[in-house]
């Protein structure tokens, strides 16, 4: 291999190594955003079933504390674990809320 060769394959190869390693990289990044994205709310729910047994869980633990007339407050940390918004209505009142509202909010309330 003469040495003009060895000179062209060293430039092109100084130009794709670091473009295909950048390339890997922001996949690889790319990919552990989505998977943190997809999991990060530490519930994994994948499916109608799943959402459905923390909403129940969640309700079942408002009536409890409601019940037996105790604060509220101690709710926060679980809502806000499984990244959750919640506001409990009394007669149209709101007696407890958490978390940020979202602008499809006011049309879910009306059809409930």
Not at 10 to 23: K, Y
Not at 77 to 91: D, H, P, R, S, W
Request: net charge negative.
């Amino acid at each position: 291999m003469t040495i003009r060769k060895r000179l062209f394959l060293s430039n092109i190869l100084m130009i794709f190594v670091p473009v295909i390693s950048t390339v890997l990289i922001g996949l690889l990044c790319v990919g552990i955003i989505w998977i943190s994205v997809i999991g990060g709310a530490g519930l994994d729910m994948h499916d109608t079933e799943d959402f459905n047994r923390v909403c129940l869980a969640v309700t079942e633990t408002f009536e409890h504390k409601l019940y037996k007339g105790t604060d509220l407050s101690s709710l926060n940390t679980l809502l806000e674990n499984n990244g959750m918004t919640a506001q409990v209505f009394y007669k149209e009142n709101v007696i407890y809320s958490f978390g940020e509202t979202d602008k499809n909010d006011d049309a879910l309330k009306e059809a409930a």
